[in-house]
C-alpha cells in the first residue's frame, strides 16, 4: 500500500507531528475522536483559512492513521529544546491515554514505548525528570490532551 503524500506543513511541523503521533499509537490504537479532536485544533494551528484548514485535516486524517515507528522523525531533531517539547508531548500523550476506569494511566505497551523516546531522545538525566515533573504535574489539569498539546506545540513555534 502506497502512503499519502506528506500533509502540506512545514519539515519542521510535520517532524514533531510524526513523533507525537507515533506516541499515540504506542498501544496500536487510535480512537476515532482523538483522531477527530487533534484534526480540528492541529490544522487550526497549522493553517489559517477555512479553506487551508479543511485541507489540510484531510492531509492529516490520513497521515494520523498510519502507524509510523519514531526512529526516523526522532533522528531529525537538532535542539534540546525540541526534544524536550517532544518528550513532554509523548509523556502526555501516554498518560491520556487510559480507556477505561480500570485500566492503568500507562499501559505496558505504553511505558515501554516511552522508555524507547526517553533512550532515542539521549537526553541529560535532568532533563527527563524535570519534562516528567511538569508531565505529572499537569495531569491533574482540566485542559485536554489536544488543548495541551496545541497549546505547547504553538508556543514551540511562536505563534
Do not use: C
Request: hydrophobic share 35%; no cysteine; proline share 7%.
Amino acid at each position: 500500500m502506497q502512503p499519502p503524500p506528506p500533509p502540506s506543513i512545514t519539515p519542521h511541523q510535520m517532524n514533531l507531528l510524526r513523533v507525537v503521533t507515533s506516541m499515540a499509537w504506542a498501544d496500536g490504537e487510535l480512537a476515532q475522536e482523538e483522531v477527530d479532536l487533534m484534526l480540528d485544533r492541529l490544522s487550526g494551528l497549522f493553517a489559517k483559512e477555512s479553506t487551508q484548514k479543511e485541507a489540510l485535516s484531510q492531509e492529516l486524517r490520513d497521515y494520523l492513521m498510519q502507524n509510523i515507528p519514531p526512529e526516523e522523525s526522532i533522528a531529525k531533531l537538532v535542539s534540546q529544546e525540541e526534544k524536550e517539547l517532544v518528550l513532554q508531548l509523548g509523556y502526555e500523550v501516554i498518560a491520556a491515554s487510559a480507556r477505561t476506569p480500570d485500566e492503568p494511566k500507562i499501559n505496558a505497551e505504553e511505558a515501554e514505548a516511552y522508555k524507547k523516546l526517553v533512550k532515542l531522545l539521549n537526553l541529560p538525566e535532568e532533563a527527563v525528570k524535570r519534562v516528567e515533573k511538569q508531565g505529572k504535574a499537569g495531569e491533574n489539569s482540566d485542559t485536554s490532551l489536544v488543548d495541551k498539546l496545541t497549546e505547547k506545540m504553538e508556543k514551540f513555534m511562536g505563534g
